[in-house]
């Protein structure tokens, strides 16, 4: 089994991916921070699904414009060699691991992607400036890159929809494509940080979870039935500090007090479990389904989106 070429510069990126760009190939792209597990595994598999025999680039770079803590960005998990044995394992065809200054060659970049004002809920409330430096980030991966399509997965549910819209604003012209959520056998949504949980917090952190699906269980009784049953799960949680836990519709806007039955919606959680913070979130349909609906369900979970 051949390995991924690895490459660290912007040249090097380009001469790599030449002799595709001339054979017309389709090019996916996978952006990550790295620390990479089978959530990450699995995004790349999909992303081989949508370029024929093209190649697929998985991007390794911690990006210091969408950190806030300084600790943070400092203990954020780096581990270039076992994520290259991931990639190997994926059938990877190239790894594109650039440093700080071949992303940011001026120091930090004057023009940025101005997200607008969903990057100030949710998460953005608590990580201001945070999905600026995500798009901005992204926005450079797409420029280097140059895909056709990029995987992302719903597990960072508003930076999905943010790219979407950079997406759909810029014309940016890149397919974007969400992953489902990939989970360890308890249901804790796998992540690169849960590495910092120890073996308690490891066990409280699963509250995130069973919240979600406590809400999905309830959801056919309305929002606000589905919130009272996520909040009682949560009430006897241990260890877990709750950041928020919120129904919105599947853009991220505030769902009107009445919703038809069928409405379909997104319950979010994000939560300190010792110093880690983790997000996690799931699709929901409010009330009765119809029956013509062609809607994701808690049985049925749309793969892709
Ligand atoms: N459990 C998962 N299932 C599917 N996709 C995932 C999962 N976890 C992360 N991803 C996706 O992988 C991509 C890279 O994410 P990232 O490298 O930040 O990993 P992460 O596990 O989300 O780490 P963290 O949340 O700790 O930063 C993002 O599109 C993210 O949504
Ligand atoms: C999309 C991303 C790679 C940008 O740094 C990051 O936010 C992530 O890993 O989800
Ligand atoms: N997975 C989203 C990137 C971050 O938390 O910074």
Known sequence: MSGPVLVRTRAELADQLAPARRAGQ????????????????????????????GPVVVSVFVNPLQFGEAADLESYPR???????????????????????????GGDPEVTVEPGPLADVLEGRTRPGHYRGVLTVVAKLFGLVRPD????????????????????DLCQGVEVVGAETRREPDGLAMSSRNVHLDPEQREQAVALSRTLYAA?????YGAKVALDAARGELRAAEG???DYLEITDPALAVLPDDVPDGTDARVLIAARVGSTRLIDNLPLVLGRPQPSADQPSPDQPHHQE
């Open 26 to 53: 389709r090019v996916g792209l996978v952006p990550t921070m790295g620390a990479l597990h089978e959530g990450h595994a699995s995004l790349v598999r999909v992303a081989r699904e949508h370029v024929d025999q």
């Open 216 to 220: 999905v269980e309830a959801s056919g």
């Open 149 to 168: 399509v990029a995987v992302f997965g719903q597990k960072d549910y508003q930076q999905l929809v943010l790219i979407r819209r950079m997406v759909a």
């Open 79 to 105: 581990t270039l060699e076992a994520d290259l044995e991931v990639c190997a394992r994926e059938g990877v065809d190239v790894v594109f691991a650039p440093t700080v200054d071949e992303v940011y060659p």
């Open 240 to 242: 877990v500090d709750l």
